[in-house]
């Protein structure tokens, strides 16, 4: 027995070099990952938008564009789709700063509110009310709630649903009325838009396709 050769799988000393090698890989890996995803999720800038590059976080002043959500043959998933056109919120054309404090205001009012209690954001948060994702992208904003609020855009009534949602019970499950101000409620919308514009990968899945029934009145197929 004295001369019998050990196997490797029962040698200390491989496990442990081996051990080593899977932490090495493992923690390049990792590394690559982490400036992967952070470039992934750099936001863009106001230049990159006017210049019609595509970021998966756009810049502040995406909410000066018009966005729409449609299928990517290529991709095989629904994509935000920015501008060329203009449409910005409120009849006027904010500046990247502007913007981007309208912007914090709305994140900050949508914590401070605990929105997520209810509301789904990014796939984050509670599922008692619906899917704020691509909530901006809404048929109903448009073509429901303008008359029912007595607005004249789509951006005005989700200011008048935000600040009384007691007045326009237009779910099952109403919202409260959470004392937002019409600030607030603006930076809400200007928030609600920008995430429309997020390039999610498809999430919600099938949303192109609620806007398109509402559209046509019907069924739709892709």
Known sequence: MAGKKASVWTSISFWRRSAAWVTGLATILLIWLTFDTMAQIRMGTDQELKEGIKRRIPAPTVINYKIDYKYDEKRGLEAPVIGPEKQPLFGKELSPKEAAALLHLGKLTSQSKNCMDCHTLL????????????????????????????????????????????????????????????????????????????????????????????????????
């Open 123 to 222: 796939g984050n948060g509670g599922y008692y009310a619906p899917d704020l994702t691509k909530a901006w992208l809404d048929p109903m904003w448009e073509q429901t709630m303008p008359a029912m609020t007595g607005k004249k855009t789509k951006e005005e009534a989700m200011v008048a649903f935000l600040m009384h949602p007691d007045k326009y019970p237009t779910h099952a499950r109403m919202m409260p009325n959470l004392g937002i101000t019409e600030q607030e409620a603006k930076g809400l919308v200007a928030f609600l838009k920008h995430m429309s514009s997020i390039d999610t990968n498809g999430y919600p899945r099938g949303f192109s396709k609620t806007i398109k029934e509402f559209q046509t009145g019907g069924t739709y197929a892709k």
